[in-house]
């Protein structure tokens, strides 16, 4: 990968007291190196993270929520026009350090992450919620996603990729909690992010802006070698504001209108490249329940790694025939559900001109074509020789995980459901515990929320919610090898999501797909006609940590009313 020289000194120095950077780098935003005599007359605008490396093998800092005003512009209709109608909105919102956009984590295998998380939000609000555990609105914790990392908290006091905190524990307001990451030496290369994932207030912060992104460096890694392949890291995200420009509660989260796609915070923003140039995008999907279903006309972007996994040394292209079909399936496996990562290389056309960056709508989807950006091509030509995807890097843990393998380490299948009910509901556990809220009740007056219960479970067993409940639902023996299966009871694609270990991907409805590795996995809906669940199949290999972690549903909305579960590996 492309290195650079660290902005200057000045700079650097009051960047790192700003940052409370205690170990690390600040590097100037990621980019090619074009300089500037390309003859371009366009402003690029879209905003580029902060960007923090690691140095010695080490990256040590503050990271603080709290909350920060800024003016957004945003639009509420989803225009598949440019320029859409869009308006400067005074908002004041929970993020880190103080900034709309988080800086960006650049690490080495083998490097230690390490963070100390500050809460400094206001106390909680008492009372926002009849629900209880939906009054813990700013007490948070931290989620590292997508990091092959221990789980656990070990030794006492210092935190791995730790969730497991009842909704109302976890990092108080006031408080502070001390992150430590051992990213092994074996990680494959690629985005990931962290984000807060707190039961009952993942989806109002995460809303809000509190998310970054992590780059795992791999130095062997030869697939893009050219110093003029500039690289971006571009959050797609969707604001829900109250009258004050706020995302105060869980219910604002839900029953304010939710905004068109943001990229990294700007509205319909211009990406500027030189005819015939590559560059490298990292699409990461933040927003709580809707797809991002990337389309540039005239283009064809060339996607190389899913979820921070490298394809096996070949592209998947994306373009308009691809956006509706995976393989022989109607299913939105192209999308990027939320949570999800697409890197893609995209050579700009060698005809200079402006040309939209879409997101169209996905099977199974609420969402509508939208245009997200204007890519304007300009300047003198470049032409940058596109990366050979069979330089991609291939990663021993990520290797094919055969029939035979599983059949060695135990083979274990499970079949998991991911399901949203009508309370009552017979396939819900019941009774009810005492003191717990399984539902929404109609005097919140939630519209199209009102006793529904997000729930999930094991096929053949009944369903129930998380909340406050801490139970394991599952436990794993280390280095099992295990083959799950998770239905989908709805008529939305729930993102399935399981912390720690990456999944290969096998079959789609039963149906065998070309394997993949990923984290986020849009579960095929439920077929009316038929009345079947929709279903997707994977082999995970529970290596290097035991520990106590989650999967969910990574719509966030769906996760804080309950569709989540704990494994236990041990
Ligand atoms: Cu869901």
New binding site residues.
């Given amino acids: 990968m492309t290195t650079h020289a660290p902005v200057d000194l000045e700079r650097r120095n009051s960047l790192r007291w700003a940052l409370g950077l205690s170990l690390g780098t600040v590097l100037p935003p990621l980019a090619g190196c074009n300089d500037g005599s390309s003859g371009r007359a366009t402003e690029d605008t879209l905003p580029t993270p902060l960007t923090l490396a690691s140095s010695n093998g080490k990256l040590s800092l503050d990271l603080t929520a709290r909350y920060s005003s800024q003016p957004l512009t945003i639009a509420m209709a989803q225009d598949p026009a440019y320029p859409g109608v869009a308006k400067s909105v005074a908002t004041t919102l929970r993020n880190y350090n103080g900034q709309y956009l988080a800086p960006t984590f650049i690490l080495n295998q083998g490097d230690t992450l390490a963070i100390n998380l500050i809460n400094a939000l206001p106390p909680n609000v008492p009372n926002q919620s009849s629900v209880e555990y939906l009054n813990f609105q700013n007490s948070t914790n931290l989620h590292f996603h997508g990091l092959h990392v221990d789980p656990r908290e070990f030794p006492a006091g210092i935190f791995g990729d730790y969730v497991v905190d009842m909704a109302d524990a976890g990092v108080f307001p006031g408080a502070t909690r001390k992150h430590e990451l051992h990213i092994p030496d074996d990680h494959t290369a690629g985005i990931n992010w962290y984000h807060p994932h707190l039961h009952g207030s993942s989806n109002g912060q995460v809303s809000s802006g509190m998310f970054g992104a992590i780059l795992i460096r791999d130095k062997n890694d030869k697939f893009i070698t050219s110093p003029d392949i500039r690289e971006r890291v571009i959050f797609v995200h969707k604001v829900n504001l109250n009258k004050d420009g706020k995302t105060e509660s869980f219910y604002d989260t839900i029953t304010t209108a939710t905004s068109a796609f943001l990229l990294n915070g700007a509205y319909q923003p211009t990406i500027v490249m030189r005819p015939g140039e590559v560059q490298n995008w990292h699409f990461v999907n933040s927003a709580s329940f809707y797809p991002f279903n990337p389309v540039l006309d005239d283009h064809t972007l060339l996607n190389y790694a899913k979820d921070g996994n490298p394809f096996d040394q070949k592209f998947k292209p994306i373009d308009k025939a691809t956006s509706t079909q995976f393989g022989n399936q109607q299913w939105p496996g192209n999308a990027i559900y939320p949570g999800g990562r697409h890197s893609v290389i995209v050579k700009a056309s060698e005809v200079p001109g402006t040309y939209y960056l879409r997101s169209v709508q996905a099977p199974s989807s609420e969402s509508k074509d939208e245009i997200v950006a204007r890519i304007v091509v300009e300047g003198v030509p470049i032409g940058t020789a596109i990366p050979s995807p069979a330089n991609l890097p291939r990663y021993a843990d990520h290797a094919p995980i055969t029939d035979q393998e599983l059949a060695s380490h135990g083979g274990k299948q499970r079949n998991l459901v991911?399901a949203?009910v009508k309370y009552p509901d017979d396939r819900l556990a019941k009774p009810i515990p005492a003191g717990e809220d399984w539902f929404i009740p109609a005097k919140d007056d939630i519209k199209g929320f009102t006793d529904n219960v997000?729930a999930s479970g094991t096929v053949g067993a009944k369903l129930s919610p998380f909340q406050s409940s801490l139970t394991v639902t599952q436990t794993v023996a280390l280095n099992a090898v295990e083959e799950w299966t998770i239905e989908n009871m709805?008529e939305?694609p729930?993102?399935f999501h399981i912390h720690i270990n990456d999944s290969y991907v096998i079959k789609v409805n039963g149906e065998p797909v070309t394997p993949f590795w990923a984290d986020v996995l849009p579960v095929p809906i439920w077929d009316k006609a038929t009345n079947r669940n929709g279903s997707i199949t994977f082999r995970m290999r529970f290596t290097d940590f035991i520990g106590r972690f989650v999967w969910h549903?990574?719509?966030l909305?769906?996760?804080d009313l309950g569709?989540m579960q704990l494994v236990e590996v041990k």
């Fill in positions: 991911l949203i997000f709805n939305y729930h993102p549903c990574h719509a909305d769906h996760e569709m």
